[in-house]
């Protein structure tokens, strides 16, 4: 179950940037909070949310591979809200118009794509 769990968020967490790239567009060291020049402040806010999402979801994950039965029980909680919470990214992606983005917001999108997907391959 627990294996279960874990394969179907890390492809819903993969799927999304992907998903965005299809469609021409934590340690969060890479990012702060002014724009990067030419970066679209609802694409910065946007990715810079998804990857504190990512960092909370890695850190849920390693807690619910340690964790005993009592400790998942009262984990199921969380882990209702990290869905809800993915789904809301879901919506943020498929209301984002691909024909806005720009090259400075596609390499940011880049750029950050590229820390989500090391850390959850470290994660692994």
Do not use: H, W
């Not at 790239?21 to 946007?46: H, I, M, Q, R, Y």
């Not at 005993?68 to 209702?80: F, H, Q, T, V």
């Amino acid at each position: 179950m627990k294996r279960r769990i874990t394969v179907i968020l890390l492809t819903l967490l993969l799927a999304m940037p992907l998903a965005l790239t299809a469609c021409g567009s934590s340690d969060n060291s890479g990012s702060d909070d002014s724009a990067p020049a030419g970066v679209s402040a609802e694409l910065k806010d946007f990715l810079d949310e998804y990857e504190l999402f990512v960092d909370e979801y890695i850190e849920f994950m390693q807690k619910y591979e340690n964790a005993n039965e009592s400790d998942l029980m009262a984990m199921m909680n969380d882990y209702m809200d990290m869905i809800e919470r993915l789904e809301s990214f879901e919506d943020k992606l498929d209301a984002y118009d691909e024909n806005e983005m720009s090259d400075a917001d596609l390499e940011y999108y880049l750029e950050v794509t590229a820390r989500i997907e090391k850390k959850l391959l470290d994660a692994m």
